[in-house]
Each structure stands twice: as C-alpha cells, then as structure tokens.
C-alpha cells in the first residue's frame, strides 16, 4: 500500500447532467486521477445512480412502490429468488478466485442502467497498469436504514432482509473487483463503502440499533474484499461515531477532515492501533459544501488546513511521519451536489495539495 502515500482521489459523485455526461464524467476523471482513477456516480444524469438504488438490482423480493425502495417477501417468487441467491452466494464465497465462478457472478453485476460509467471506466483501464483503480458500494448500515420490509420499518431491523442487504453489496463489490482484475491485472482495486448514515449513531432515529450487527456488517463486506484481491475502505462524511469503523476490518478510514478531525482524533488510541497495523487513513481536506468557499479557497489554504489536521493526531501521540506515510488525500465527500466549476475547483485543489505535499516532504518518504 506504500505507493498510496499522499496520492489522491475521490469519493464518485460528479454533478453533470448532459446527453455527453457519461464520457465528460470518465475524461474528467482520466486526464485529472493519474494513480487512482474511479469510476464516476451520475445522479443527475439519471435517479437510477442515486447512492442507495443504484446498487439495488437483483437484490432478492426488492421492489419500488409510490416512490418507497422496499422488500416484499411473502411471495413465490421471493422464496424462488432467496434459494438461487444464497445458492450463488456458497459458490461464489467459497471459490478460490472470482474468475471460477465468473458466470454466477455476472448476475449480480452493475449493469449500464445503474451505471452509465462503469464500462467506459473499464475501456480507460484496460492496458494503462495503474497501480490501483476505485470501485464503490453504498455501505449496508445506510442501505438497510434506506430501505424498508413490508412493514415500513428500516429493513435493517429484519434480519433477512439485512443480510440480502449484506451480501447483495458484498456481491456487487466482488464484481467489480473482478471486471477490474480482468482489464487489468497488476491494478489493485479499492473498494469504498459509502456510508453517510454512520454519522447519526446516537441519534434519536437509531437508538436501538446494535454496535455489533453494525461492525458485523462491514466485516462481511470488508473481508470478502481482501479475501478476492481488493483493499476496502470505508468512507463516513460526518461527525460519526467512529469506533466502529476502526474496528471492522478495513484497509482504509476516509474521513472529512476539513470539519471533523478533532472527533475523529477522539479515537487516537485505536488510530494508532490501525496505522501500526498498516491501516491507511484518507483525509478529505478539500471541503465540498460550499460551491463559494471551495472558489475561493487557496493552494496555501488547504496546505494550513491539512497541516493543522495532522497535529490534532500528532497531540494526541501518533507520530507525524507514520500520518504523511500512510495517508492519503480526497475530497471531504461526493461532488454530485455542487455547480460542474465547483467539482471541477475540489478536483484541482485534491489534486494540488497531493502534488504539494508530496513536494514538501520527499525528504521523509
């Protein structure tokens, strides 16, 4: 994982909208993501890459009705459904390379009308060898507090339809990984899961959820990742609880380090414990909530902020080499929400601060 150190890239969402939008997303990010290219989320190029639907296909008993993402199980054809899915899930799991059960797998894949990029991604990849490539899920904790049972109640509290949620996502990685690998081989894929919702633990709307079925969640998804080649990263936008990311089994904590980096610092025990163990962390310094304040920000700006977020670490007793080498850089969130020269202004600045850190302490990596 050395050759992350103080590279960048970025969350997925871009804001664009147009017929050309699909090859706009995938120019803007081949000729700007030099190390790690991802494959761009067009939200307002079609709701069908909205965040948590998009990742929804083939997801047994889900359906959509008067505009609610739900699951309806008390079907023939749910009880069909289930059985093939965790028939494909033992074959798929228990195979030593995801090329074995390539045909199984291809079921579950992101097909063009959830992801207008996904292939033209893979087009771009295809004979560049970059070191690594992004790949993402939306997390299973805000997927299953997204969707409901028949009931209406989140689909998280329904241990069935958690765990469809679970490895449904799980599956959707894994495909992913593979559709890389094969383009290209020497590329390492990181998976990101997407996981907004973490930030309202201890919320009114969660006080009954359970920290272990939580961790256990990411876990799934998170070994299934290393175990097939991949490195997984969790990515949380807000002030999180974030115990409980540090503790599952991920390669990667991004966090928006631009507000919450002294939340985050909270938990530099067991920071420590994670970059001792080779952990990375992704700090999304360039701030993606304000199209005004993103304009006006400044090279040295940005270069302060994230200078300032590595010493609330670096108090707490982690030390500042073990940061800079195993740290790497990203916008505080998507950009799907911004104007075009907004996301365009969080793309340069990522991508500058990058250079400049890595300018400003070649001597030490």
Same mark, same amino acid.
């Given at each position: 994982?050395k ?7 970025a969350?997925?969402?871009?804001p664009?909208?147009?017929s050309s ?6 120019k803007?990010v081949?000729?700007n993501f030099?190390?790690?290219p991802f ?5 307002n190029?079609?709701?069908n ?22 699951f ?10 289930? =059985? =093939?899915?965790?028939f494909d899930?033992?074959? %798929?799991?228990?195979?030593? !390379?995801?090329?074995?059960c390539?045909?199984?797998l291809?079921k579950?894949a &992101? ?13 771009n ?8 490539a992004?790949?993402t899920?939306t997390?299973?904790?805000? *997927? ?13 509290y ?6 469809i949620?679970?490895?449904?996502l ?8 593979? =559709? %890389?690998?094969?383009?290209s081989?020497? *590329?390492?894929?990181i %998976?990101f899961m997407?996981?907004?919702? @973490?930030?309202q633990?201890?919320? !009114?709307?969660? &006080?009954?959820?359970n920290?272990?079925?939580i961790?256990?969640?990411?876990n799934? %998804?998170?070994?299934l990742?290393?175990?097939?080649g991949?490195l ?13 990311p ?5 390669d ?5 380090a631009?507000?919450y ?7 530099h ?5 994670f ?6 962390l992704?700090?999304g310094?360039?701030? *993606?909530?304000d ?9 040295e700006?940005?270069? =302060?902020?994230?200078?300032? !977020? @590595? ?8 030390s ?5 080498k ?7 969130c998507?950009?799907?929400?911004? *104007?075009l ?11 500058? &601060?990058?250079?400049n ?9």
């Open positions: 994982m050759n992350l150190t103080l590279n960048y890239t969350i997925g969402s871009l664009i909208s147009e939008a699909p090859l706009d997303a995938c803007i081949f000729e030099d190390s790690i494959w761009a989320q067009l939200p190029y079609s709701h890459e909205d965040m948590v639907f998009q990742f929804s296909e083939n997801m047994p008993g889900f359906t959509v009705e008067e505009g609610k993402m739900l309806k199980t008390d079907t023939v054809e749910f009880s069909e459904q289930i =059985e =093939e899915f965790y899930w033992e074959n %798929i799991v228990n195979s030593e !390379s995801l090329s074995e390539e045909e199984i291809d579950y &992101l097909t063009e009308e959830r992801s207008s990029t996904f292939k033209l991604f893979l087009e990849l295809k004979g560049k060898n970059y070191k690594y992004k790949g899920i997390g299973a904790f805000t *997927t299953s507090t997204t969707m409901c049972g028949e009931d209406e109640r989140c689909a998280y329904d241990e069935i339809l958690r765990d949620i679970v490895k449904s799980a599956l959707k990685a894994l495909w992913q990984i593979k =559709e %890389i690998k094969k383009v081989p020497a *590329t390492t894929p %998976i997407d996981e907004p919702s @973490v930030s633990l201890g919320s !009114s709307a969660f &006080l009954t959820v920290d272990d079925e961790l256990d969640m990411f799934e %998804i998170a070994t990742i290393k175990k097939f991949g997984a990263g969790i990515h949380c936008c807000g002030k999180s609880n974030w115990e409980i540090i503790n599952a089994k991920c990667i904590l991004n966090f928006d631009y507000l980096t002294q939340s985050m610092a909270i938990y025990e067991k920071i420590s414990k970059l001792d163990e080779g952990g990375f992704a700090f310094i360039v701030p *993606t909530f199209d005004k304040l993103i304009q006006e920000l400044t090279e700006d940005l270069l =302060e902020k994230f200078e300032q !977020s @590595v010493e609330c670490f670096v108090k707490k007793g982690i500042k080499e073990k940061i800079l195993q740290c790497f850089i990203t916008p505080a998507g950009c799907g929400s911004l *104007t020269d907004g996301a365009l202004a969080v793309i340069r600045h990522t991508k500058n &601060l990058s250079k850190l890595k300018e400003k302490y070649k001597e030490i990596l």
